[in-house]
C-alpha cells in the first residue's frame, strides 16, 4: 500500500530576495505548491510561512513550527518551490537532507529543481547547495556595500522617524523636524543643561505628563497596538531612564546621522553584536538640527563627568568640574572621618592613584568647604555685576576675554609642545627597547615591566594631547558667547547657596593648583573658574 504523504508547503521570503521581484514571492511560491500537492496527490497538513527571514537562519519560527510537527508525526512530506527556499546554509541542508530526513522517513521535494528524496537527489544537490550559500554571502556584501554609499550620501535607514523628526515629506530616506513634538527634545536637553540627571528628567517629564514617542507613533500611525490599545493613561507618558539617556547621547539632535553601531556577527549568524566607536560612519549634517552643538557637548561633558551621589548630598554639586591644574586629572572626592569634626575634601586623582612615588603630580589638596565658599562668592560677586550693569559688563567681559585668552593660549601651546616632545621620546624609547628585546639584550621580563610603564604613558600623553588641542580649537571668544553668558548669570541674581544646576549652567571647570606657604607660614592656594563661553575671568 501507497504511504499516504501528510505534506507540509513551506515558504521563505528574505528582505534580500525582494530584490528578485515577484518570482520568489510568497504568492508565487504558495501558487507552484499548492498546484504540484493538488497535481500529484499530496495532502496538505498545513502551511508555513517565514516572510522577512534569511536562509543562513534556521531558527526561524515557522520553519521551527513545522520540525515539531515532523517530531510529532503530522508531518512526512515537505515541499518547497526550490532548495534555497529551505535554507541557503550548505552544512545544515546536508545535516537535514542526509541524516534528520532519511532517520525520520521524511520525503522532501524542491520543486521547480526536480529534486524529489523518494526518486534520489542528483549528485548535483551540494553544489546547487554551496551556491545557494554563496549567492546569500554576496547579496550581504552587496547590501552593505549599498547602505554604505546611501549612508555617506546622507540618506538614513528607519522604520521610525527619532522624537522630534518626522519623515521627510519630499526627500527620500531624509529627516524634517517636527514642530509638534520638537519641544520635548528641547525641554530634555534644557533640563540636562541645567545639571539634571537621566533620573531626574524621567520624573519630570512624567509629572508634566509629556507623551512618549512610542505613544505619539501609536496615536498617530497605530503602530505600537499591542501595548498601548486599551493601556491606562500612565503608559502614554511612562518614560524610563534609558529612553532619556538614549536621547540626550544622540547626534540625531544636532543634524548627524550615526551609522554601523551594531552588526551582524556573520552573513550567516544574524545576531546583533555592537561595533567600537571608532569604526561608526559618522556623517554630518545630514538634516536639520534641533539642539546646538555647544549644548550637546555640553551635556556630553556633563554626563562623562557625573558621579553617583553620596549620602551626604554634597559631591554630585562639584561632579566633574573640578580638575588638577598640573596633570589635568579630575580631582577625587573624599571625607575624613577619623577627625572629630569630619569634612570633606578633593584631591589629585593622578596623585590618589600612584602616590607621592608615582612622580607624576602632587596631592592638590582643597578642603570642600573651602571650595565651595570660594566659588560662591564669585559667583555672587558675577551675579552682583550683572544687576549693576549689563553693558558695563560685557565690555569687561570681552577686554578680560582678550588678554586672558592670549596668556592661555599661549599657556596651553606650550604644555601641546611639551607633550608631544614626550610622547615622541616615548615613541623612541619604546621602539628601541624592543629592538633591545629583539636583539636578547634584555630579558623578557625587564621588557614586559618597562613596557606596561610606557604604555600606560603613551596613553596618559595622547590623552593630554587630545585635551589640550581641543581646548585650544575652542578658544576663540565672540560678544556673543558673552551675551550667553551674561543672559545666564542674570537668571541666577542674590544666589545663596550652589547647586549642580547653577554650576553646571555657569561654569565648565574649576581648577585647583597646588597650595604653597608665604614667609610667615600661610598656606596659600590658586582656584581658577573657566566659565561657560567667556573662560577665565578677572
Known amino acids: 500500500m501507497k504511504q499516504p504523504y501528510n505534506t507540509a508547503l513551506y515558504m521563505r521570503l528574505s528582505?534580500?530576495?525582494?530584490?528578485?521581484?515577484?518570482?520568489?514571492?510568497?504568492?508565487?511560491?504558495?501558487t507552484i505548491l499548492r498546484k504540484y500537492a493538488q497535481d500529484n496527490g499530496l495532502h496538505v497538513v498545513g502551511e508555513y510561512v517565514d516572510d522577512g527571514w534569511s536562509g543562513t537562519n534556521f531558527e526561524r519560527p515557522n520553519f521551527q513550527r513545522m520540525m515539531d510537527d515532523v517530531e510529532a508525526g503530522k508531518v512526512n512530506c515537505i515541499a518547497t518551490k526550490d532548495l534555497s527556499r529551505f535554507g541557503r546554509e550548505h552544512v545544515m541542508m546536508d545535516y537535514y537532507l542526509e541524516f534528520v530526513f532519511p532517520e525520520k522517513q521524511i520525503r522532501y521535494i524542491a520543486v521547480t529543481e526536480n529534486e524529489d528524496t523518494d526518486k534520489g537527489l542528483s549528485d548535483f544537490v551540494p553544489f546547487k547547495n554551496l551556491f545557494n550559500e554563496w549567492l546569500a554571502k554576496d547579496t550581504s556584501r552587496k547590501v552593505k556595500t549599498a547602505l554604505r554609499a546611501k549612508f555617506a550620501a546622507g540618506e538614513r535607514t528607519f522604520a521610525y522617524a527619532p522624537l522630534?523628526?518626522?519623515?521627510?515629506?519630499?526627500?527620500?530616506?531624509?529627516?524634517?523636524?517636527?514642530?509638534?513634538?520638537?519641544?520635548?527634545?528641547?525641554?530634555?536637553?534644557?533640563?540636562?543643561?541645567?545639571?539634571?540627571?537621566?533620573?531626574?528628567?524621567?520624573?519630570?517629564?512624567?509629572?508634566?505628563?509629556?507623551?512618549?514617542?512610542?505613544?505619539?507613533?501609536?496615536?498617530?500611525?497605530?503602530?505600537?497596538?499591542?501595548?498601548y490599545a486599551g493601556a491606562p493613561e500612565e503608559k502614554s507618558y511612562a518614560w524610563t531612564i534609558a529612553q532619556v539617556k538614549s536621547i540626550l547621547k544622540d547626534e540625531t539632535y544636532i543634524g548627524n546621522s550615526v551609522h554601523n553601531k551594531q552588526t551582524n556577527i556573520s552573513y550567516?549568524?544574524?545576531?546583533?553584536?555592537?561595533?567600537?566607536?571608532?569604526?561608526?560612519?559618522?556623517?554630518?549634517?545630514?538634516?536639520?538640527?534641533?539642539?546646538?552643538?555647544?549644548?550637546?557637548?555640553?551635556v556630553q561633558e556633563q554626563i562623562a563627568g557625573r558621579r553617583r551621589q553620596?549620602?551626604?548630598?554634597?559631591?554630585?554639586?562639584?561632579a566633574g568640574l573640578v580638575r588638577c591644574a598640573d596633570c589635568g586629572w579630575s580631582m577625587s572626592f573624599a571625607t575624613n572621618k577619623q577627625n572629630k569634626h569630619p569634612y570633606?575634601?578633593?584631591?589629585?586623582?593622578?596623585?590618589?592613584?600612584?602616590?607621592?612615588?608615582?612622580?607624576?603630580?602632587?596631592?592638590?589638596?582643597?578642603?570642600?568647604?573651602?571650595?565651595?565658599?570660594?566659588?560662591?562668592?564669585?559667583?555672587?560677586?558675577?551675579?552682583?555685576?550683572?544687576?549693576?550693569?549689563?553693558?558695563?559688563?560685557?565690555?569687561?567681559?570681552?577686554?578680560?576675554?582678550d588678554k586672558g585668552r592670549a596668556a592661555q593660549t599661549k599657556k596651553q601651546s606650550a604644555e601641546l609642545a611639551k607633550a608631544e616632545k614626550r610622547k615622541a621620546e616615548v615613541d623612541r624609547l619604546f621602539a628601541k627597547m624592543y629592538e633591545d628585546w629583539s636583539a636578547e639584550r634584555i630579558t623578557g621580563y625587564n621588557f614586559n615591566m618597562l613596557s606596561q610603564k610606557y604604555q600606560a604613558e603613551q596613553s596618559e600623553l595622547i590623552d593630554k594631547i587630545d585635551r589640550i588641542k581641543a581646548e585650544l580649537a575652542t578658544e576663540r571668544q565672540t560678544s556673543s558667547d558673552a551675551e550667553k553668558w551674561v543672559a545666564l548669570i542674570k537668571q541666577y541674581s542674590h544666589p545663596t547657596e550652589l547647586t549642580a544646576e547653577l554650576l553646571n549652567t555657569l561654569i565648565e571647570k574649576i581648577v585647583i593648583h597646588e597650595a604653597t606657604k608665604d614667609a610667615d607660614g600661610m598656606r596659600e592656594q590658586e582656584i581658577e573658574i573657566y566659565y561657560r563661553f567667556v573662560g577665565k575671568i578677572d
Open 15 to 30: 528582505r534580500d530576495d525582494e530584490n528578485y521581484g515577484d518570482s520568489v514571492s510568497i504568492e508565487t511560491q504558495r
Open 164 to 227: 522630534g523628526y518626522v519623515r521627510h515629506p519630499e526627500i527620500k530616506n531624509a529627516l524634517a523636524v517636527d514642530g509638534e513634538t520638537k519641544w520635548i527634545i528641547e525641554k530634555i536637553f534644557d533640563l540636562a543643561v541645567h545639571g539634571a540627571g537621566a533620573a531626574k528628567i524621567a520624573k519630570v517629564l512624567i509629572a508634566e505628563k509629556v507623551p512618549t514617542a512610542g505613544w505619539l507613533n501609536f496615536t498617530r500611525y497605530g503602530t505600537f497596538a499591542n501595548i
Open 268 to 298: 550567516k549568524n544574524k545576531k546583533r553584536v555592537r561595533k567600537p566607536q571608532e569604526e561608526w560612519l559618522r556623517v554630518e549634517n545630514t538634516h536639520e538640527a534641533i539642539i546646538p552643538k555647544d549644548v550637546f557637548n555640553q
Open 310 to 318: 553620596m549620602k551626604n548630598a554634597t559631591t554630585q554639586i562639584f
Open 344 to 401: 570633606s575634601y578633593f584631591n589629585c586623582t593622578s596623585y590618589r592613584q600612584l602616590g607621592k612615588n608615582g612622580g607624576r603630580c602632587t596631592a592638590h589638596y582643597v578642603r570642600y568647604d573651602t571650595l565651595y565658599a570660594y566659588v560662591l562668592s564669585r559667583v555672587q560677586y558675577w551675579a552682583g555685576q550683572a544687576e549693576l550693569g549689563e553693558e558695563q559688563l560685557l565690555e569687561r567681559l570681552l577686554k578680560t576675554g
